[in-house]
């Protein structure tokens, strides 16, 4: 962890550029006379927050610079008014790397920002600090803001209807993972209480080819084969096939088999005892059983 927690700070003092490796730094506030540029390290992951960073060559720097004026750059749809909100901080805090780490980690968090960046997490939000004289301290946002969704695509939604899906999927405004995460639970939810397991295709998300769509790829599970065993002995029994309403290669509803077909089965009255259970074959897939007991 502690090499993880480390930085390399990018810092420019009269047009030089100096690196400095940083694996622990004091909490002190920044004191930007003696760093003119601070470029704020990126989050190691969405979620994760930094250690505090925090640059200075006196301890005994203890209020630092003021925050007199906030550039935004990258936004398309959101204002530059929402964006700081968004981040947590204004004009007139403290320009200390406590509060420059927060306002990067909070946009990061957002949802809002990096879809066009999966795999580099250092280009979804920037933060940089400058000295601009008199103890006063201009701050950049940099960001990759997320497209705005203009269609939505549902494909494979199975036994349940596409127009059924639609209204539990977020389409206004901006792409925002996090949205997105609690949609697929509404969505998965939504399936279950009609007995359907679902999950999601690899390319769930905003569409890399067609700008503005957010597609929706639903995996539905279907029944794989069938196995029947009468007295602990496999059988293969179109009469039992014939009277539940589950079948092979079909969507697999757990109301429909554990409800409605075992009480078929029960109801014939051939048997002393009807269970029923399932096996997971691969993704998407599953296996049933029905054990029989005959009457004697």
Same mark, same amino acid.
């Given at each position: 962890?502690?090499?993880?927690?480390?930085?390399?700070?990018? $810092? !420019? /003092?009269?047009?030089?550029?100096?690196?400095?490796?940083?694996?622990?730094?004091? +909490?002190? @506030? #920044?004191?930007?006379?003696?760093?003119?540029?601070?470029?704020?390290?990126?989050?190691?992951?969405?979620?994760?927050?930094?250690?505090?960073?925090?640059?200075?060559?006196?301890?005994?720097?203890?209020?630092?610079?003021?925050?007199?004026?906030?550039?935004?750059?990258?936004?398309?749809?959101?204002?530059?008014?929402?964006?700081?909100?968004?981040?947590?901080?204004?004009?007139?805090?403290?320009?200390?790397?406590?509060?420059?780490?927060?306002?990067?980690?909070?946009?990061?968090?957002?949802?809002?920002?990096?879809?066009?960046?999966?795999?580099?997490?250092?280009?979804?939000?920037?933060?940089?600090?400058?000295?601009?004289?008199?103890?006063?301290?201009?701050?950049? $946002? !940099? /960001?990759?803001?997320?497209?705005?969704?203009?269609?939505?695509?549902?494909?494979? +939604?199975? @036994? #349940?209807?596409?127009?059924?899906?639609?209204?539990?999927?977020?389409?206004?405004?901006?792409?925002?993972?996090?949205?997105?995460?609690?949609?697929?639970?509404?969505?998965?939810?939504?399936?279950?209480?009609?007995?359907?397991?679902?999950?999601?295709?690899?390319?769930?998300?905003?569409?890399?080819?067609?700008?503005?769509?957010?597609?929706?790829?639903?995996?539905?599970?279907?029944?794989?084969?069938?196995?029947?065993?009468?007295?602990?002995?496999?059988?293969?029994?179109?009469?039992?096939?014939?009277?539940?309403?589950?079948?092979?290669?079909?969507?697999?509803?757990?109301?429909?088999?554990?409800?409605?077909?075992?009480?078929?089965?029960?109801?014939?009255?051939?048997?002393?005892?009807?269970?029923?259970?399932?096996?997971?074959?691969?993704?998407?897939?599953?296996?049933?059983? #029905?054990?029989?007991?005959?009457?004697?």
């Amino acid at each position: 962890m502690r090499n993880l927690l480390a930085a390399t700070i990018a $810092i !420019s /003092v009269g047009g030089i550029s100096i690196q400095a490796f940083a694996p622990e730094l004091p +909490s002190h @506030p #920044i004191n930007l006379k003696h760093c003119g540029r601070v470029t704020v390290p990126p989050a190691l992951a969405r979620g994760t927050v930094h250690n505090k960073f925090t640059l200075t060559t006196q301890a005994d720097a203890t209020e630092g610079e003021r925050i007199v004026k906030i550039l935004v750059n990258g936004i398309k749809s959101l204002s530059a008014k929402a964006l700081i909100e968004m981040s947590g901080h204004k004009v007139g805090d403290r320009c200390i790397s406590a509060v420059l780490s927060e306002i990067r980690d909070k946009l990061a968090m957002s949802g809002n920002f990096g879809m066009h960046y999966p795999d580099h997490q250092e280009k979804w939000v920037q933060v940089q600090a400058e000295d601009i004289g008199n103890h006063d301290c201009l701050v950049t $946002i !940099s /960001v990759d803001e997320n497209d705005t969704i203009s269609n939505v695509t549902i494909t494979d +939604s199975g @036994p #349940i209807k596409s127009q059924e899906i639609r209204p539990l999927i977020t389409s206004a405004g901006i792409f925002n993972a996090t949205t997105l995460e609690r949609d697929k639970r509404t969505i998965v939810g939504h399936y279950n209480v009609h007995g359907y397991s679902a999950s999601f295709g690899k390319s769930l998300g905003m569409d890399p080819v067609k700008t503005g769509v957010l597609t929706i790829p639903i995996i539905v599970d279907r029944v794989g084969k069938i196995e029947i065993r009468k007295d602990n002995v496999k059988s293969i029994d179109p009469v039992v096939f014939d009277r539940i309403t589950t079948k092979q290669g079909g969507y697999f509803s757990r109301k429909t088999f554990y409800e409605q077909d075992r009480k078929k089965l029960i109801d014939t009255g051939d048997y002393d005892d009807v269970n029923f259970s399932e096996r997971a074959e691969s993704p998407g897939v599953i296996n049933l059983d #029905i054990s029989l007991k005959l009457k004697k």
